[in-house]
């Protein structure tokens, strides 16, 4: 089965830039997403990059994509406390007409201290 | 406001009992998900429907049930066969479209088995 890797906590202090990592076994994703979560609440799309891209920046967040190595990392520039939350990154493989899923990692912990 | 409901946003059941958790959404997607998240597990993939009157199992849908009836509705029923059934339980609508799978999540649902 796909196999999505994550660790699962980092600290960083507000200000900082934060990078969270992951990792994916699948070489015919097609996307590659990473989700929020704050507590109690349901996952929320931060960004998603196609599979023959390396780089896409929105604002303060840039993704990056190593296909080679089949990893992907999520950069936040100037963390602040309201980024503490769960991020989720995961793949989608396209099966044709076959209704695709998404395969989720175990999500890393973000805390941002003051 | 288009968006995806979840009722009850927190649930309590006695063992031995059945109990449906409820998921509208009015985002005209066709497509439908459940999934369930432990602590440190990430999300596992219950049951996916891809147009009304179907639906396909996912990792762990032994003691669930779904039906799709209606586009708008994917209700989740949590069996007594299900062991141990505590957990939070998220819903999911996307469009998906070659290859991409942008997923929208509900709030969530606490189940907890008393």
């Known amino acids: 089965g796909e196999d999505v890797e994550q660790s699962l906590f980092l600290s960083v202090r507000e200000g900082d830039s934060s990078v969270i990592n992951c990792t994916y076994t699948d070489s015919s994703s097609t996307y590659l997403y990473w989700y929020k979560q704050e507590p109690g609440a349901g996952l929320q799309l931060l960004t998603y990059i196609f599979s023959n891209m390396d780089m896409k920046q929105d604002q303060r967040l840039t993704v990056l994509l190593n296909k080679k190595d089949k990893h992907l990392s999520l950069r936040i520039a100037d963390t602040q406390t309201g980024d503490s939350a769960i991020y989720f990154c995961?793949?989608?493989?396209?099966?044709?007409?076959?209704?695709?899923?998404?395969?989720f990692g175990r999500g890393t912990q973000l805390t941002v201290w003051p | 406001d288009g968006g995806i409901t979840q009722s009850p946003k927190y649930l309590f059941r006695k063992e031995g009992q059945n109990v449906t958790l409820s998921c509208e959404q009015n985002?005209?997607?066709?497509?439908m998900y459940w999934y369930r998240q432990d602590p440190g597990q990430g999300l596992r993939l219950i049951y996916y429907?891809?147009?009304?009157?179907?639906?396909q199992k996912g990792d762990i849908a032994e003691g669930y049930s779904v039906s799709r009836e209606k586009k708008e509705s994917f209700p989740l029923t949590v069996t007594s066969a299900q062991k141990n059934p505590t957990a939070f339980y998220l819903c999911?609508?996307?469009?998906?479209?070659?290859?991409?799978?942008?997923?929208?999540f509900g709030p969530g649902t606490r189940l907890t088995v008393l």
């Open positions: 985002l005209n997607h066709d497509a």
């Open positions: 429907s891809q147009i009304v009157n179907d639906f």
């Open positions: 999911a609508s996307s469009i998906w479209r070659e290859g991409l799978d942008e997923q929208f």
């Open positions: 995961a793949e989608s493989i396209d099966r044709g007409s076959t209704l695709g899923r998404l395969y």
